[in-house]
């Protein structure tokens, strides 16, 4: 059964690996959906008083992740780029997944005028950010000196804290920073790297990674903490705000989508694929 339970955690980060690499795409609302979303920032926020027990929660969650963004990093991207309209209702259904759970755990607390403005500020925030974000059209090998290292340690901080926040894509911010295309296109040759052992090129892309990854714990690492405290000591705003993101999330999924070429067979796909995100979500989430 204990094995049962770590495979099924694995999975979960394998999910949360993937939505956390697709712009438009929230790993946190994804873990959310999933039922992982507490877990995680408990075990992140415990770390200090009892690191081998979160070392141990983390573990599996972190193995799904780097499969997920490591190795089905490139069966997604393909399919974003072939079958963008399926590929968005499967993320849809994933998310959608998780909504009757976190419906219930909000219903506990009253709604007032400063929950719904709480949603509606959430809600727009990401309707904001997916209307107005740049091409990040920038590629090409990071520069190695100490400024551009610099930079990417600060970028890992920012997309690591926007990860760990419900409703906001990551990559989304890493587009609008310009950052996105360079670091996953170095992290896609430090797989292929990795998988011919070239040494060469796995440390050229190990050296701009290093600092991003940096980054990206102590990142998650603080806006853990402000999350585990908006939960404590403002929990009904925290929830309403999380169902604005929620509920934003299908604009930002399928703002570049275009629904012009739209035939039968892809619709029917799409229904399918939406209806299967659904389920896998709500099973993963009862584990």
């Known amino acids: 059964m204990k094995n049962n339970n770590q495979l099924f955690t694995i999975l979960k980060g394998i999910v949360i690996g993937i939505a956390n690499i697709i712009p438009g795409v929230s790993g946190g609302t994804m873990a959310i959906s999933i039922g992982a979303y507490d877990e995680l920032i408990g075990a992140v926020n415990n770390m200090r008083k009892d690191w081998k027990k979160s070392f141990f929660t983390l573990l599996p969650y972190g193995i799904g992740m780097v499969l997920g963004i490591g190795l089905l990093s490139f069966v997604i991207e393909s399919a974003m780029k072939n079958y963008p309209f399926v590929t968005a209702s499967l993320f849809l259904g994933l998310i959608l997944g998780g909504v009757p759970m976190l419906v219930n755990k909000a219903k506990a607390y009253q709604v007032r005028v400063p929950e ?3 949603f509606v500020l959430m809600a ?4 904001l950010m997916t209307f107005t974000k740049t091409s990040d059209a920038v590629s090409g090998p990071f520069s190695l000196d100490p400024i551009s290292l610099f930079l990417l340690f600060v970028v890992g901080i920012i997309a690591a804290a926007t990860m760990v926040i419900p409703g906001v894509s990551g990559s989304m911010v890493l587009i ?14 430090f797989i292929r790297g990795l998988l011919s052992l070239n040494i060469n090129v796995i440390l050229d892309n190990f050296i701009p990674l290093f600092p991003f990854g940096i980054g990206v714990l102590i990142g998650i690492a603080l806006v853990a903490k402000l999350i585990e405290w908006l939960f404590e000591n403002y929990p009904s705003l925290t929830y309403a705000g999380i169902i604005g993101l929620v509920a934003a999330s299908p604009v930002a999924i399928f703002s570049e989508i275009s629904f012009s070429s739209l035939g039968i067979f892809t619709v029917a796909a799409s229904i399918l694929a939406l209806a299967s995100g659904f389920y896998i979500a709500m099973k993963l989430g009862e584990k």
Do not use: K, P, Q
């Not at 727009?124 to 309707?127: A, H, M, Q, S």
């Open 124 to 127: 727009g925030l990401i309707v």
């Open 176 to 189: 609008l920073l310009g950052y996105y295309n360079r670091i996953l296109e170095t992290l896609s040759n």
């Open 116 to 118: 719904v403005l709480s």
